[in-house]
C-alpha cells in the first residue's frame, strides 16, 4: 500500500479534503536543480525528463496551431522544444529559473544563444528577453505559471508586456474526479475514499504554489485584453499520452484581442 500510495502522490493525485492549496512565495531556484529534473518516483518533479520524438510532435504542433514566425518559451527546460522549433527555421528564444537546466541545454545541445536563466518574475524581465513589444507571435508556458505563488500578479504582467499574440499554458486545471483532466487516472486510481486528479498539490510536489481552475486564469489574462481560444485548446494533443482529453484538459489558449 506505502508504494501504490507513494506512486498515486506522485502522479498528481490527493486527498479531496484538503479544501485549499496553500499559495506562498515561489520555490527558490536552488530546488530546480539535478533532482527536479531527475525525480524518482518517491521525489517531487520531474521523473523523467529526456530528449525524444516527444519534442518533435510538441514541435510539429505549435507549427500546426500557429504557424509562428517568433516564439520564446518561459520556463523551457533544457530546451528541448527550443530545439526543435529552431530546426524549423523559427526564430525561438527560451528562458528557465534553472541554472542546472540551462547549463545542461548549453552543453548537451549546443543552444549557447538560444536559451538563459531568468526569473519570469522578476521586475527586469522585459529587458531582458530579445524580443520588442508586440514582435513575438507566440508565448509558451508549459508547466510553469503553477510555480509562481504570489508572484503570480508580476508574472502575469511580464508575459502580456510582451504583447504576444498568443499566450499558449500548459497547467494543472482539473478539481473533480469527473473533470475531462481524471478521465486517463479515473478509472485505474479513484476510490470513493481519497483520491481525485489536479496535477500536483503543494503537498506532492513542493514547487507548485498557485494551482487555480481555468475560468480563474482565463481571467487574469482577459484583464490585459487577451481572450481563451478554447476551439484552440481542444485540438490539443499530448502525442505521448493515451487520453485525448487530457491535454486540452490543462491546455489553456489565449489570443490577445
Known sequence: MEKEFL???????????????????????ELYGAS??????????????????????EAQQVMNL?????????GCGYGFLVNKLMQKGIMVYG??????????????????????????TSSNFAGE??????????????????????????????MVSLEPKFIHIVTPMGETKDSPITAHCKDKYWNEKLWYYIGANSKTDLTHTALHERSYWAEQFEKHGYKERRDLSDTVKFPTHESPDYAKGITLILERV
Open 7 to 29: 506512486y498515486i502522490l506522485n502522479q498528481g493525485i490527493y486527498r479531496d479534503d484538503i479544501a485549499e492549496v496553500a499559495i506562498s512565495s515561489p520555490a527558490s531556484s
Open 36 to 57: 527536479y529534473f531527475n525525480a524518482d518516483k518517491d521525489s517531487y518533479g520531474f521523473e523523467d525528463y529526456r530528449d525524444g520524438q516527444w519534442w518533435e510532435d
Open 66 to 74: 500557429y504557424n509562428p514566425d517568433t516564439v520564446y518559451e518561459i
Open 95 to 120: 528562458s528557465d529559473i534553472s541554472e542546472y537546466a540551462i547549463h545542461k541545454g548549453w552543453e548537451e545541445l549546443g543552444l549557447n544563444e538560444e536559451i538563459a536563466v531568468l526569473d519570469a
Open 129 to 158: 528577453v530579445p524580443f520588442t513589444k508586440g514582435e513575438l507571435d507566440l508565448l509558451i508556458a508549459k508547466d510553469v505559471i503553477e510555480h509562481w505563488g504570489d508572484k503570480l500578479e508580476q508574472g502575469i504582467e511580464n
